[in-house]
């Protein structure tokens, strides 16, 4: 398993408004809506990242901060 990820600033210059148009897209929702926004999108972004190792390392990172 490939357990390095691009930690590089990918999103510049638009990192700020990702997110906020992520914000954005959470005005107005109770916790359990917002909740299945974040498994859509995170569904959506898997299929377009589509490699497993990737997928795998991205999820052991986001659970250990």
Same mark, same amino acid.
């Given at each position: 398993?490939?357990?390095? !990820?691009?930690?590089? @600033?990918? %999103?510049?210059?638009?990192?700020? @408004?990702?997110?906020? %148009? %992520?914000?954005?897209?959470?005005?107005?929702?109770?916790?359990?809506? +917002?909740?299945? =926004?974040?498994?859509?999108?995170? !569904? %959506? =972004? &898997?299929?377009?990242?589509? @490699?497993?190792?990737? !997928?795998?390392? &991205?999820?052991?990172? &986001? +659970?250990? +901060?």
């Amino acid at each position: 398993m490939n357990n390095t !990820l691009n930690t590089d @600033d990918r %999103l510049h210059p638009h990192g700020d @408004d990702f997110y906020e %148009l %992520l914000m954005t897209a959470h005005e107005g929702l109770d916790f359990d809506q +917002s909740a299945a =926004l974040n498994a859509r999108l995170v !569904l %959506l =972004l &898997a299929n377009e990242v589509g @490699d497993f190792d990737t !997928l795998a390392a &991205a999820i052991k990172r &986001a +659970s250990k +901060s």
